[in-house]
Structure formats: C-alpha cells, structure tokens
C-alpha cells in the first residue's frame, strides 16, 4: 500500500496532465506518463483519476471544480461550516528532512539569499517550508474583520522521516491562533478528503506549495475568501 500511496498526488496530477511540451524547470523527475497510469489502475474513483479522463486542457480548474462537486454529491463528505476557518500547514519532508530548527522556521522570515545559499533537495524543500510566526500573527488581525467562530488546520506529513520537528511547528501555531479562536487539527487524512474539505471553506489561507495554490484558486472560484 506504501507504493500505491506515493503515486497518488493530486496536484501533481493537476498540474502535469495536458501540460504544454517545454522543458520547464519545475518538471518533475518522473514520468508524467507513469503518475497518470498508475493512478488511473490504483485509484480508479478518485478526484485525480476523474481529472485525468475529463480534463480538457492544462490546469483545467471549472473542470476540476465540477468534478469535486459530483465527488461531494456521491459521498457523504465532511465539510466546513460557514463560520470556520481552514489552513492548509503543509508538515513533513518540508520540516522534518531539512536542517533548520523549529525556532529558527518560526521566528526568522526566510530571505532570498538564504534559499540560494543552501543546495539541492533542501534548496528545494525550503522553498515550500511553513510561514514563520508574524505570517500568521498578520492573519490572525485580518480575520477580525470576519464573522469566524473557530479554526481548523489542515496538515500531512508529507514523505517524513520522522514527525517531531512538524508536531512541534504545529504547537506553536495552534498556540498562537488559539489566542483567539478555538483550533483543531485534521491530520493525514485522504488528499480527496482534504481537497474537498479545504475546497468548500468560507474562509481559507494557504500553505506554499502548489497543491495549496490550487485550492486557493478552487475557493476563489466557489466564491470563498482568502486570508
């Protein structure tokens, strides 16, 4: 099951079916062919396997949208209530596979010259590491302006060798956002799940990384506001 789990990935799927033939630097290093067959043979009734036959174009978001919506329909689907807030916290490999301390993510912004001075897989995976404190001290004073009950973080830890330095990051941001709002965490669930459940919020902030950025263009779509 462990290889079945590491060919099902939503954005990637997203953003590789139908893309334009370039050498582009973003290209990942395995075929885009092999993603969209073993993901149509393992999992024949998800989101990305629906995509795959029904897309029309690259990064095809109505299509998407709709094809979430038929999931939501057929399924008896968890979804935010009109008042809560979701954050998408992408954890794992991002925090837990890279050098740097849960104090030092927190507390420093990360500047450009710092992403160039570090090398390969970690360069990589710093440019998708989570917002520091003041990123969501600052969202933390927007959201006085909506009318929000409660917090929901949305969280996987992603590909990680161990989960210590991500359930450490996580504390410190349910300690913060929980001056304000009672928070709760949904962790690891199915990435269908947690797609649609992001998708349907009133009130989202994203994470860095590009399964976020679709989600973020699923709510603006679906008339959600960003934070």
Not at 5 to 22: E, S
Not at 111 to 136: F, M, S, T, V
Request: proline share 4%; aromatic share 10%; glycine share 4%.
């Amino acid at each position: 099951m462990a290889e079945a789990h590491c060919y099902y990935r939503l954005g990637d799927i997203f953003n590789y079916v139908h893309r334009p033939n370039t050498n582009h630097k973003h290209r990942r290093p395995w075929p885009t062919l092999q993603l969209i067959v073993k993901t149509l043979e393992l999992y024949e009734n998800s989101i990305g396997s629906e995509y795959i036959k029904q897309a029309h174009h690259w990064k095809d978001y109505k299509t998407l949208n709709n094809i979430m919506l038929q999931y939501i329909s057929k399924n008896d689907i968890d979804l935010p209530t009109p008042e809560e807030w979701v954050i998408h916290i992408r954890t794992g490999d991002v925090i837990d596979n890279i050098s740097t301390r849960v104090e030092d993510i927190w507390n420093n912004p990360l500047k450009l010259q710092d992403r160039w001075d570090l090398e390969g897989n970690e360069r990589e995976k710093i440019k998708r590491r989570p917002h520091h404190r003041a990123y969501y001290q600052k969202k933390l004073n927007k959201s006085k302006k909506y009318n929000i009950k409660n917090i929901t973080i949305c969280t996987n830890h992603h590909r990680a060798i161990s989960n210590e330095k991500s359930n450490l990051y996580l504390t410190k941001v349910h300690d913060l956002l929980g001056s304000r709002y009672p928070v709760t965490t949904r962790d690891n669930q199915p990435a269908d799940l947690d797609f649609v459940f992001m998708c349907n919020s009133n009130y989202f902030t994203r994470s860095r990384g590009s399964f976020s950025k679709i989600i973020e263009k699923q709510i603006l779509l679906n008339g959600g506001i960003l934070i």
